[in-house]
């Protein structure tokens, strides 16, 4: 019967970190003690003033469907979120609210991208990038960059990796998986680029725009020639420690806001009633609310570094946002460790998995075949465990 499955399945890959985290699951119901460095999820729970407004919603008998784009007030939030915070002036027709910043990827690439068009992904890049534009079925294009570049890009690559097929590019600051956070003036410069081509739009994905350790967060919108060309996604999962209550949302040209909205009626129509209304409390307290958050990852940072440090064949560099390490271990590749073989970055995931009993991430995943991701989304106790473990498992 699967041979029944459309082709458009049958070639969609599974998602690198959610597949990790099954397998991850799968190990510790046979009771094997698994340290989970893999997904992408805070640690923390959801703050006390946005559960409140939550439970607050439910007795207010908030249980209708809501409207496809978002509630009206929250649109108004998110507005005001993006003026106060980014400098970007939006009005209410240009917001469309989605489950989870996700489907706010899908829908933009889902409305703008036709068969056989060319998407640059600035590689190391979100995994889910390249299947979205798959089921566009358009033609994922990476723009590699790597440890010696802090992970970004160039003026020149962008220049050379632009076609007459291009049109759209995925960019996402602070990086996961890298970490790396784009300045402003690096930012410039590649919109001096793209202004020769106005015909390219872009999507910047802001989703870790307030945990970063230094470098000012710099929306690629706020370039006043790039403004009516850009789709800012952003969401609530990272920031705030609300990964399942799912919302993200898109400032973007009103004639796109429209089209996905259009495009979001027909798949799932309006996100959940109560964490919309979560939302508007999320995004109308100061960001020093989640500050705390924010330190602790920061601290967490500098002792997964110093761990790591410690272990012959990880390249390091010192990631400015985000909470993700990213090291290059092709020193290992073509080794034999305690009998196996590591031939890639795969092969690398899977022995941390089987012998230190950690999970992370391969870099193929991301467009960074000779990297993994470790995420230190976790407690300190379980950060010195893990790397305690693997620098075990990892002696000749």
């Not at 991850?24 to 003690?33: F, Q």
């Not at 003026?155 to 998986?177: A, G, H, M, V």
């Not at 850009?230 to 796109?256: Q, S």
Request: glycine content about 6%; charged content about 25%.
């Amino acid at each position: 019967m699967e041979n029944n499955l459309s082709d458009r399945i049958n070639n969609l890959p599974v998602s690198a970190t959610l597949a990790m985290a099954a397998k991850t699951r799968e190990l510790k119901e046979k009771g094997i003690d698994i340290i989970g460095l893999s997904l992408g999820e805070p640690d923390f729970n959801t703050p006390d003033f946005i559960k409140k407004v939550a439970k607050q919603a439910i007795d207010d008998n908030y249980n209708s469907y809501t409207p496809v784009d978002g509630y009206s007030d929250l649109k108004k939030s998110i507005c005001n979120k993006f003026l106060r915070d980014n400098c970007l002036k939006y009005e209410t027709n240009q917001i469309v609210v989605s489950t989870g910043a996700k489907q706010s990827i899908a829908n933009a690439v889902q409305v703008l991208i036709n068969p056989g068009d060319d998407v640059l992904l600035v590689a190391p890049y979100w995994v889910s990038y390249s299947a979205i534009v798959m089921l566009a079925e358009g033609n994922p294009i990476e723009v590699r960059s790597d440890i010696s570049s802090d992970f970004k890009i160039t003026p020149l690559q962008l220049e050379n990796s632009i076609t007459k097929k291009t049109k759209l590019l995925i960019i996402n600051s602070p990086n996961n998986p890298s970490g790396s956070v784009y300045t402003e003036k690096e930012f410039l410069e590649l919109s001096k680029v793209l202004e020769k081509y106005p015909e390219i739009y872009i999507l910047s994905d802001e989703i870790y725009e307030h945990i970063n350790y230094g470098v000012p967060h710099f929306s690629f919108a706020k370039i006043p020639s790039m403004f009516k060309r850009t789709i800012t996604v952003n969401g609530l999962a990272k920031a705030f420690a609300m990964t399942g209550w799912r919302i993200g949302y898109i400032g973007a040209p009103a004639w796109i806001a429209k089209a996905c909205t259009k495009m979001q009626g027909q798949i799932t129509s309006g996100a959940n009633c109560i964490a919309q209304r979560a939302t508007i409390a999320a995004l109308e307290a100061p960001p020093s609310k989640i500050k705390y958050m924010v330190d602790e990852f920061k601290s967490r940072r500098q002792l997964i570094i110093e761990l790591l440090k410690s272990i012959n064949g990880f390249k390091l560099n010192e990631p400015k946002g985000a909470f993700y390490i990213f090291p290059d271990i092709s020193e290992f590749f073509g080794k034999k460790i305690k009998g196996k073989r590591i031939n890639n970055a795969s092969d690398f995931t899977i022995y941390l998995l089987e012998e230190a009993h950690v999970a992370t991430v391969t870099g193929d995943a991301f467009g960074s075949p000779k990297n993994i991701r470790i995420s230190y989304a976790a407690s300190k106790e379980e950060i010195k465990e893990a790397i305690d473990r693997i620098k075990l498992s990892l002696e000749f």
